[in-house]
Nanobody, 119 residues
Framework: QVQLVESGGGLVQAGGSLSLTCLVA????????MGWYRQSPGKERELVAS???????NYADSVKGRFTISRDNYKNSMSLQMNSLKPEDTAVYYC?????????????WGSGTLVTVSS
């Protein structure tokens, strides 16, 4: 199994940038897709961006062209560079990994990091 720890959240003005990092510990070789999700008050958790082991990425329409996801398999980390932030990007951001080794296969989550974008 794996453990995920996010860092890099904080307060930023609209138009600014933040970078989030997720450090991964444990059986990292058994991780397939990783991603960032976010959840704001009163809303469901939603996918922001994902990246597979080959580096193929997927983005929510709301962040395309502004956010960039990356993954460093040697450093066991994943990052999310967020530019041109908007107040509607305010949320708790969660790191996600899909662990594919039986019998503990499934979704693993970090505890989240808060991003607040002021107008």
């Amino acid at each position: 199994q794996v453990q995920l720890v996010e860092s890099g959240g904080g307060l930023v003005q609209a138009g600014g940038s933040l970078s989030l990092t997720c450090l991964v510990a444990g059986d990292t070789i058994s991780i397939s897709t990783m991603g960032w999700y976010r959840q704001s008050p009163g809303k469901e958790r939603e996918l922001v961006a994902s990246i597979d082991t080959g580096g193929s990425t997927n983005y929510a329409d709301s962040v395309k062209g502004r956010f960039t996801i990356s993954r460093d398999n040697y450093k066991n980390s994943m990052s999310l560079q967020m530019n041109s932030l908007k107040p509607e990007d305010t949320a708790v951001y969660y790191c996600h990994a899909y662990y594919q080794r039986y019998p503990r296969e499934g979704d693993y989550w970090g505890s989240g990091t808060l991003v607040t974008v002021s107008s």
